[in-house]
């Protein structure tokens, strides 16, 4: 209870340095409160907080203040960067943001997508989806997505920025290349609410949007209430390069009729150091989606000449209305898949490409990469889903979103088209350049096993190669078979396999797919086949010597069909020479 300072860290000074946390908790006190610090004066990058703060009683006006989903409150040389909280954040009284309650430092590249409640017992003051109250700080590249929902009489109602003022060094707020699509949702009197801060009298406001709706009550209870921006007073306010796009209405969806309700700007009012008018230049707001024809509205004294102007939704998609946006620099772009095709913030997008592989087929899963729109990439960006891609083969469009392990070898054009989210939800991701995919063919090893055969004149070897490991779902079609490298009888011989084919489930060959690499074997053998040669009878004059006349009789040869054949008969021997009758023995040789 008291005027608290709550958080996982109740201070952290200008010494403080805090990276790489995401906390989940619940934060309950009376005020200065978030989760990670209850007032912040040091560096905090790549934070994510989720849960609940929540403000007790009412029982002193100091409770239920500086309330913030991150920090309750920036200050100093405080630095947020690359930090973000979906944090519920409940107050009461004032200075109530969805990342920050009163920020008076500095908020980079941050935002809030959680819900930021009010439940004041008197008028609430200074609540924004991602800062309450902006006190001569800094906000850059950064954004609100979450709901600010308020149940009771409310001043300063911002989609993005609650109250943008000044702070005790009379530095004013200054709000670059951030949007907001929270919307408002109000029970009771609402003065000065915007879709993108609700009060400002001090502030410097450039490169900007808003697209979230305000809800609030029909009638006089509902009083300045913009598109853009509730109220904006004095000659220290100057709004450029910005746009609108949201309806305010009854929780009925009707248009809502009350004091000072305009397309952009519910109030412009004179004020400031010599009592000037702020400036709105080169900003738009949608008369289609907001069904307001006028801009804004002078409240009490205003002598200057604002220049928002009402565009419908095609004029907000052309491309006229991204050059203006970007005069001097490219800080706008435009996406037929983003924010109804309406501009959005270059710095906000990345740029999703495929790698150029290459992969091996049966085993392909796509990667990608991010870039930045300058075409550098940009690493430790975390995605979830699963990307979706349009395909080109040989300049043809082919009826697949994704290659797989199973996709045929060629060389692929891949244009990302959907799919993707970053985990921390900063960045929205787009399609990139084109960029070709190379499937080559699996190595597939077919290894001829050892044989031993008897001779047979031919190449060939009994059995078929041993194939290796085949992408799934593909099977063998024909091992195909083996042979010798020549056909002659020896050890250590070479056999080879040939002739493997492969297909898939349903029968289609993909032998393509693979680089087929047959492996010798070197420790097979051919033996010799059995060839008989048959002495033929023979009679002879005895003559002193053992030749006989007529040739043996060959046997069948093993060869024959394969082009061998008798070169020689050779010649038959008495085994000796001395006088026999049908008792001598001859014998064959030399064929």
């Known amino acids: 209870t008291g005027y608290n300072y709550l958080g996982l860290f109740s201070l952290l000074t200008g010494s403080s340095s805090i990276s790489n946390l995401d906390i989940q908790a619940t934060v309950t006190g009376s005020g200065r409160m978030g989760i990670l610090a209850g007032i912040n004066g040091g560096a905090v990058s790549n934070v994510t907080t989720s849960g609940s703060v929540n403000a007790i009683s009412t029982a002193s006006s100091g409770d239920g203040w500086n309330i913030g989903g991150l920090v309750g409150v920036n200050e100093g040389a405080g630095l947020m960067s690359n930090s973000s909280s979906s944090t519920t954040v409940t107050g009461i009284y004032q200075n109530i943001g969805g990342l920050v309650g009163v920020n008076s430092a500095r908020i980079e590249q941050s935002f809030s997508s959680g819900k930021v409640i009010v439940n004041p017992s008197t008028t609430s003051f200074n609540i924004g989806g991602l800062v309450g109250e902006n006190s001569g700080g800094i906000v850059n590249n950064s954004h609100s997505k979450g709901l600010v929902e308020i149940n009771g009489p409310s001043n300063s109602v911002g989609g993005l920025i609650g109250n943008a003022t000044k702070n005790n060094a009379n530095t004013p707020s200054t709000i670059t290349n951030s949007f907001s699509t929270t919307n408002i949702s109000s029970t009771n009197n609402t003065r000065f609410a915007g879709a993108f801060v609700g009060n400002a009298d001090s502030a410097t406001i450039s490169n900007t949007f808003a697209k979230g709706d305000i809800v609030a009550p029909n009638g006089n209870s509902s009083e300045l209430l913009g598109g853009f921006v509730g109220n904006a007073y004095s000659n220290e306010v100057s709004i450029t390069n910005a746009y609108s796009t949201g309806a305010i209405k009854t929780s009925s969806s009707t248009s809502i009729t009350g004091n000072n309700i305009a397309g952009f700007a519910g109030g412009l009012q004179n004020g400031g150091s010599n009592n000037g008018s702020p400036t709105i230049v080169n900003s738009f707001w949608n008369t289609d989606s907001s069904s307001r024809t006028t801009g804004y509205l002078p409240y009490l004294t205003f002598t200057g000449t604002a220049t928002p102007t009402g565009l419908t939704n095609n004029d907000m998609q052309s491309l006229a209305t991204l050059n203006a946006l970007n005069s001097s620099t490219q800080t706008w772009s435009r996406f037929t898949s983003l924010n109804n095709g309406f501009p959005v913030l270059t710095n906000n997008i990345l740029f999703v490409r495929s790698d150029a592989g290459p992969s091996k087929y049966g085993s392909t899963s796509i990667t990608y990469s991010l870039y930045s729109a300058d075409g550098n990439k940009v690493g430790g960006i975390q995605t979830n889903g699963n990307p979706q891609w349009s395909i080109l083969k040989n300049g043809n469009s082919i009826a697949i979103n994704n290659l797989t392990a199973n996709t045929t070898v060629g060389q692929y054009e891949m244009t990302y088209t959907t799919g993707l989210t970053t985990s921390n939800g900063y960045y929205s991701l787009v399609p990139g350049q084109s960029n070709t995919w190379t499937i080559d063919p ?150």
Do not use: C, E, W
Request: no cysteine.
């Open 442 to 591: 699996a190595i597939l090893n077919v290894t001829a096993t050892q044989v031993t055969k008897v001779y047979n004149g031919s190449l060939s070897a009994p059995s078929t190669g041993a194939v290796g490991i085949l992408a799934s779902g593909d099977i063998v079609n024909s091992f195909g078979s083996q042979y010798f490298l020549d056909k002659n009888v020896g050890n250590g011989k070479t056999v080879r396999a040939t002739g493997v084919t492969i297909k898939d489930g349903s029968g289609i060959d993909t032998t393509s797919n693979y680089d087929i690499r047959y492996i010798d074997n070197t420790s097979s053998s051919i033996t010799p086949a059995l060839l008989t040669a048959t002495a033929t009878q023979t009679t002879k004059m005895f003559d002193g010597n053992s030749s006989s006349g007529g040739f043996p009789i060959i046997g069948s040869i093993a060869g024959s069909n394969s082009g061998d054949y008798v070169g020689s008969y050779g010649h038959q021997t008495y085994f000796d020479s001395s006088i026999g009758n049908s008792n001598k023995t001859v014998i064959a040789s030399g064929v």
